[in-house]
């Protein structure tokens, strides 16, 4: 039970000094189309959050790591509404993609749990949706739809190679 | 306790989602440039279409005084016609023609909504910025009132929001026209009959009747509007200035028409100003 807490808590520090020290700073391609790969890896401490996590602790929890890369970023509210977003639809992505028998409840969502294909579709979904979520909130219109999607579709390909490496080395059990 | 801590894990997460994204959404339009100008124009488009539904509606009803006033309007313009005037001058040198150059273009447009209640109100036309209009263009009354009526704040395609004379923050350049003694035209927010006149000095002689025109030393509203007249004016102890209060020659609750002041020397006035502030 500590040892959860603990792990998810150095999550939470670490993904967010990453994504701000490093992430944000990592710039693909040149000119215009810099704007279109972002890196935005930190969505993976909700992605990760035990399956026991009550429903409103996920989305209080998405709203603190957003307002906190929020606040790195100057875009108050930008990353906040998308974590939020995320937090409240997981339950419902995780219900649609149970395994027969159902989940151990007492496991988290990572890939040394519940194996390769299962782990890449789950973290591709949310991490898509996510992005998603947070483009269509930084345009603030979808007369930009098309500009949305294609900065969705690459950042969502770069950043979740990202997530891959750090499953696929570090494997982390919770 | 315990059936609040059950109806927090069971409705917690739709809850927690909608407070938060709400708050998430006040802080994106609050704080973020982008996105702040999407939303309120969005706003401005969707409210000006509604009212602009709800005038279509209630337009009829106001026909008999509107044709009222443009016919009056109409005999105005007509009287100002070059044949309904006498030529007096005797041409004596013809080395000093005159020459004028157009300054200043209207743009009729029809209120669609309009407050005079509040302590800030606003009014909102049905033209905007494909019709030419900008921010910070001054509108007069239209329809046999004349009067000023405010100053653009804001446009969206097709609808304008005008910062009221009547507003707390709405400050208007005004001179008595007698003298030319020019102060500024504000207003203290309780009867919208009624505006203040402040920075005359004391030594100025002001009395019952006066009128009041505008200044024309911003490009706002061009030199000889007729404002209004004075109704009192005193001095307070201590003061420098007059206190003045103003009848409004329009009434700003009951009108249908305005038009906009389209300064075409705008520019030419602008350039000067960056020039001094370069200095």
Redesign the interface.
Same mark, same amino acid.
């Given at each position: 039970m500590n040892n959860i807490l603990i792990t998810n808590a150095v999550r939470f520090v670490v993904f967010v000094f990453l994504q701000v020290l490093v992430f944000k700073r990592i710039s693909i391609g040149s000119g215009e189309w810099s704007s279109y790969v972002n890196l935005i890896v930190y969505p993976i401490f909700i992605i990760l959050l035990p399956l026991r996590t009550p429903h409103f602790l996920m989305v209080l929890l998405g709203f603190l790591i957003g307002i906190t890369i929020d606040s790195f970023y100057d875009s108050p509210g930008v990353h906040a509404s998308a974590c939020v977003f995320i937090g409240f639809i997981r339950p419902v992505i995780l219900a649609a993609m149970a395994p027969q028998g159902g989940y151990n409840m007492s496991y988290s969502p990572t890939k040394a749990r519940f194996g390769n294909t299962w782990f890449i579709i789950y973290a591709s979904i949310m991490l898509f949706l996510h992005l998603f979520f947070y483009f269509s909130v930084e345009a603030f219109t979808f007369w930009l739809i098309d500009d949305i999607f294609l900065k969705t579709l690459f950042t969502f390909f770069i950043s979740m190679i990202f997530i891959i490496i750090y499953q696929f080395s570090l494997n982390p059990l919770e | 306790m315990r059936n609040l801590i059950f109806l927090?894990?069971k409705f $917690? $997460? #739709?809850?927690? @989602?909608i407070i938060?994204?709400v @708050?998430?959404?006040?802080? #994106?339009v609050? =704080? =973020?440039e982008?996105?702040k100008e999407?939303?309120n124009s969005?706003q401005q488009r969707l409210t000006g279409s509604f009212y602009n539904q709800w005038d279509n509606l209630t337009h009829w009803w106001n026909m008999g005084a509107v044709a009222d006033s443009l016919a009056d309007e109409n005999a105005r313009l007509r009287a100002e016609l070059k044949n309904a005037q006498f030529i007096n001058t005797i041409l004596k040198d013809s080395t000093n023609n005159e020459e004028t150059r157009q300054r200043y273009t209207y743009i009729k447009a029809r209120i669609v909504s309009n407050s005079v209640k509040l302590n800030n109100n606003n009014i909102r036309i049905n033209r905007g910025s494909e019709h030419g209009l900008a921010p910070h263009m001054g509108v007069i009354g239209a329809g046999g009132q004349g009067g000023i009526v405010g100053i653009i704040r804001a446009t969206s395609s097709s609808h304008s929001r005008i910062m009221s004379i009547l507003h707390r923050d709405s400050r208007v350049s005004v001179e008595l026209a007698k003298n030319e003694e020019f102060g500024s035209l504000v207003w203290r927010g309780s009867d919208y009959r009624i505006m203040q006149m402040e920075d005359v000095p004391k030594d100025v002689i002001v009395a019952k009747g006066d009128t009041i025109q505008t200044s024309g030393f911003s490009s706002m509203f061009p030199q000889g509007v007729v404002v209004g007249t004075v109704d009192t004016s005193w001095v307070e102890s201590g003061s420098n200035v007059h206190s003045i209060n103003v009848n409004l020659i329009n009434d700003m609750r009951n009108m249908r028409y305005v038009y906009i002041v389209n300064d075409l020397l705008k520019v030419d006035i602008q350039e000067i100003e960056e020039a001094l502030e370069d200095e």
């Open positions: - | 927090l894990y $917690g $997460g #739709v809850i927690f @989602f938060l994204e @708050f998430c959404f006040s802080l #994106v609050k =704080n =973020n982008t996105q999407i939303y969005t």
